[in-house]
């Protein structure tokens, strides 16, 4: 029989669970890894899809001032969970380390292929995504410029151009990119112009689906003017994801 102050324990954690949205998932298979780069190492979670752990993968990397916990990270990650995608989230390394300051491209790349690398060994995913917010969507488009091993890229908030600096666009490498790609920004985010990226895209030779969310920031927060929340938001990216996904498997 369970002890008095056992089911006092279980009470009071499915009260906590309840008030904070975070009741456990039987059906969930999570695994916590390290992972090695180079000679340090880094952290990552992988989170199957609720359909089950046979779905396509996502490599989710965090924006600049992110982590792998970070609020957007996680949120953006069960939205799509609950679309049929299992997610891998993870940190770069300066991240790892607590530093602010993002590492150089090419470090956060290794980075980036290290977890990768880990999730094929582990998962031996028959479909892989790579993408992320922000720059980690920058990371994953370069490392797909460079023809890396990916069965598309989903890019969130990409930072076309710094804020207030539209003549300084990080465009250069988009047309190199040969896997398919699905792109949401919203049309109040100050890193990127819907008028210089529709004028990006013309140069672009590979499937780019780019879906613009009206009035949603850099962070996909919508006033309240929207009619919609930013939960709402959400599950829509994360319902045209799977829509998304679903064409692609069905062109092959």
Not at 202 to 214: A, C, G, H, L
Request: with cysteine.
């Amino acid at each position: 029989m369970i002890s008095l102050r056992g089911a006092l324990l279980v009470a009071l954690t499915l009260i906590f669970c309840i008030n904070n949205h975070t009741m456990p998932d039987s059906t969930t298979d999570r695994r916590d890894w390290r992972v090695a780069v180079g000679a340090e190492e880094t952290s990552a979670i992988y989170e199957s899809a609720e359909s089950g752990a046979d779905s396509p993968l996502f490599v989710c990397a965090h924006g600049a001032g992110g982590n792998m916990n970070d609020r957007s990270i996680v949120a953006l990650a069960k939205a799509l969970r609950a679309h049929g995608l299992s997610v891998v989230r993870f940190n770069f390394l300066y991240r790892e380390k607590k530093s602010g300051r993002p590492d150089a491209m090419p470090k956060l790349e290794a980075c980036f292929s290290a977890v990768v690398e880990r999730a094929r060994q582990e998962l031996k995913p028959k479909t892989l995504f790579i993408g992320g917010r922000s720059m980690g969507g920058r990371a994953a488009s370069m490392m797909a410029a460079e023809k890396f091993d990916c069965d598309g890229l989903l890019l969130f908030a990409y930072p076309l151009h710094p804020p207030g600096h539209p003549e300084k666009l990080r465009d250069a490498h988009l047309p190199s990119i040969t896997a398919p790609v699905l792109c949401f920004s919203g049309t109040r985010d100050p890193f990127i112009s819907k008028d210089l990226m529709e004028e990006v895209l013309k140069r672009v030779k590979t499937q780019w689906d780019m879906q613009w969310i009206e009035s949603a920031d850099h962070s996909f927060h919508v006033p309240k003017s929207s009619g919609r929340t930013d939960a709402q938001v959400l599950d829509e990216v994360a319902n045209s994801t799977e829509r998304w996904i679903e064409g692609l498997g069905k062109s092959k």
